[in-house]
């Protein structure tokens, strides 16, 4: 949905992302008190000084995994020196798209083969993929 006139919404009401220009293609989001900068990569004609915001979307599907991974050794007091996650995203050549996103699970040293199919399950539950997989809708309008 795009509209024109829209009106900001109040900040008690919603969690909010704003963002800032700081120069070049450079744009800040502040969110929750941090502020996550972005840049374009250098192909665009200037260093990039930042990831990227589809590096950061990447980067998020990554870190969501290794949450969900993380906190199943926790509870159950599993070791979690060596756990490693990787993210490969595998594009169409045509399209220039991900298709696919692969992610690979290394399992530290000591840990109970009775666990492996649970881990995933558990890495499964990553909100970021939810989202993805049952997308929001994009409601875009300008204001002044």
């Given at each position: 949905m795009v509209s024109v006139g829209f009106r900001p919404w109040k900040t008690?009401?919603?969690?909010?992302?704003?963002?800032?220009?700081?120069?070049?293609?450079s744009v800040t989001a502040h969110y929750k008190g941090h502020a996550i900068a972005t840049s374009q990569p250098e192909r665009r004609g200037e260093p990039g000084r930042a990831p990227s915001p589809f590096d950061l979307f990447l980067a998020s599907i990554a870190t969501c995994a290794g949450y969900y991974a993380l906190t199943f050794c926790r509870t159950r007091?599993?070791?979690?020196?060596?756990?490693?996650?990787?993210?490969?995203?595998?594009?169409?050549?045509?399209?220039?798209?991900v298709e696919t996103v692969r992610l690979r699970v290394g399992l530290p040293p000591g840990f109970p083969e009775k666990y492996e199919r649970s881990i995933l399950r558990a890495i499964d539950?990553?909100?970021?993929?939810?989202?993805?997989?049952?997308?929001?809708?994009?409601d875009i309008a300008t204001f002044r």
């Open positions: 008690g009401r919603v969690q909010r992302v704003e963002l800032s220009f700081p120069g070049g293609s007091e599993l070791p979690t020196e060596g756990l490693r996650v990787f993210l490969e995203p595998l594009k169409n050549p045509e399209t220039k798209r539950q990553c909100s970021v993929k939810k989202h993805i997989l049952e997308a929001p809708e994009f």
